[in-house]
């Protein structure tokens, strides 16, 4: 089973390694800077993103492993667009109940749990050892960072933006392009585009 995944950092280095967790065999990237950088631990880096536009039909599966929430979501509809089979990878010691969804082109990493009911769209992360609870709905692009809590009934808008270790309290709205600062506690909705920080979370100044 061959997977292609457009993005050598080190998220891809990680998405990579779930991958191999989840039963993909062989692995390998792309990335526009693989002129001066050839390998990601042992998985080769073969072109840039023209060259895995061109080789889509080569690939049993392709993800997109960038960690800015736009051009990864960007990537991902283009690569969709352009036949790839997008596919989701889920790390085996997560925990994803069956009666959630999860689209194409996302990622679930080690000890992360997603529970009954929650949806999320493409292209989004579930970091390592965080927590999306029951009837959430996460929109495309979204990146729920490593040790995040969100609780139940919560809405993330696209692209929106976690940050680790913070809680979102349960039933909020929070607005697409939003970013929660690292260690947040999120008690009120969040506007489209703002950044908010801090214990309760307020707006960044
Ligand atoms: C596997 C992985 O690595 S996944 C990636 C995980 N990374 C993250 O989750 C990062 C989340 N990002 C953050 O929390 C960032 O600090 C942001 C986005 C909130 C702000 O970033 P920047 O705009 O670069 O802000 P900057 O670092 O310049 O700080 C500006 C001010 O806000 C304060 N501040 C920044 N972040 C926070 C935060 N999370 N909580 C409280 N205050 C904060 C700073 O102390 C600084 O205050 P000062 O002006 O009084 O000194």
């Known amino acids: 089973m061959r997977l292609a995944i457009l993005g050598a950092s080190g998220h891809g280095k990680v998405v990579a390694d779930t991958a191999r967790a989840a039963g993909w065999s062989d692995v390998t990237f792309f990335d526009d800077a693989w002129v001066g950088k050839r390998f990601v631990t042992h998985h080769p880096i073969v072109g840039d993103a023209a060259a895995l536009f061109r080789s889509v039909a080569e690939f049993d599966g392709v993800i997109v492993a960038i960690g800015n929430n736009r051009v990864r979501l960007d990537k991902t509809r283009a690569l969709f667009d352009a036949g790839a089979k997008l596919v989701s990878v889920v790390h085996p010691a997560s925990v994803v109940s069956e009666l959630s969804a999860i689209q194409e082109g996302s990622v679930v990493m080690a000890g992360a749990v997603v529970q009954a009911d929650a949806r999320l769209?493409?292209?989004?992360?579930?970091?390592?050892?965080?927590?999306?609870?029951?009837?959430?709905?996460?929109?495309?692009?979204?990146?729920?960072?490593?040790?995040?809590?969100?609780?139940?009934?919560?809405?993330?808008g696209e692209c929106a933006w976690f940050g680790v270790g913070a809680s979102v309290r349960q039933g909020l709205r929070i607005g697409a392009d939003a970013v929660i600062g690292a260690g947040a506690a999120v008690v009120k909705d969040v506007e489209a585009g703002t950044t908010v920080v801090g214990v309760p979370a307020r707006p960044a100044s």
């Open 121 to 156: 769209g493409i292209a989004c992360i579930v970091n390592t050892n965080a927590s999306v609870d029951h009837d959430c709905e996460l929109a495309d692009g979204v990146h729920i960072c490593p040790g995040v809590a969100i609780s139940g009934d919560v809405v993330g």
